[in-house]
């Protein structure tokens, strides 16, 4: 890659990240600005297509917020990009739909592992390999959720390529499918269902980098099932706090080390 090119899709060249080994990614471009606006001195970039990126601070080290848009796709391809732009380190903010009882709407969710029961992933490697996150983060943001208050749970998510696919299964061909993997994932204790962790984990994987998820559970079907109380929660404040935190705490260790 020469110096100066412009990365295909995200638009963005290596000068522009101003040597930042850190990205935040929602999936939403909206939520790009909001997290960004948490930073020190917040810098917009860029937008091409479902790319929206901003550029801030965290303890004087530069940290790049970009989204990812939704699904796997535009997952893998902001991931291959952001390697080749110098990125090492990606913590994905996004949120679910609750899958265990105990997993509540307003709850924060860290994806040590995610399901991959979507396409992209399996164009990188074959699916017996799992799809899981780095230790460090993973602890980072389990220790911020705990510190900052918010209840939080540590475990397997499941992604999918199909929203409609999970909420109305019935009228899918393969409905006996998917009905009977959601039962099976719920019953092996998946806490979440959402669109883009496997991917992320599987392409940072094969690329060598950190990745990690942190997701806030907006609300819990299977909850709705048995007329328990599942109000809907989009607080998203929650998990940028806990990415935002998790990243200041892993610099401290950096910085001591």
């Known amino acids: 890659m020469q110096k100066n090119e412009v990365m295909y899709h995200i638009g963005l060249k290596k000068e522009d990240l101003q040597g930042a080994r850190y ?38 080290e530069k ?23 110098g990125i090492k380190n990606l913590i994905r903010v996004g949120t ?35 799809a899981v996150a780095d230790i460090d983060l993973v602890v980072a943001l389990r220790d911020s959720a705990q510190e900052l208050g918010y209840p939080n749970h540590v475990g397997i998510v499941q992604c999918k390529d199909s929203f409609y696919g999970q909420h109305d299964p019935k009228r899918m061909p393969i409905s006996y499918e998917l009905e009977n993997k959601w039962l099976a994932w719920c019953k092996a204790g998946c806490l979440c269902s959402e669109m883009e962790t496997a991917t992320l984990y599987i392409v940072s994987s094969i690329l060598k980098l950190k990745a990690a998820a942190v997701l806030l559970v907006i609300w819990n079907q299977e909850r709705e099932k048995l007329g328990l109380d599942n109000e809907e929660v989009f607080d998203v404040d929650k998990e940028i706090n806990v990415a935002i935190k998790a990243i200041e705490k892993l610099i401290n260790q950096e910085n001591i080390a």
């Open 23 to 60: 990205a935040i990614l929602p999936g939403d471009p909206g939520r790009v600005k909001l997290i960004a606006e948490k930073l020190d001195n917040p810098l917009f970039l860029k937008t091409n297509r479902e790319y929206t990126s901003f550029l801030g601070e965290i303890k004087g």
């Open 63 to 85: 940290i790049l917020v970009i989204s990812t848009g939704m699904g796997g796709p535009s997952t893998a391809i902001c991931v291959e990009e952001l390697a080749m732009l």
């Open 96 to 130: 679910s739909g609750g899958m265990q009882i105990g997993v509540k709407a307003g709850d924060i969710v860290i994806a040590s592992g995610a399901i991959r029961q979507e396409g992209t992933s399996k164009e990188y490697v074959p699916i017996e390999f799992p």
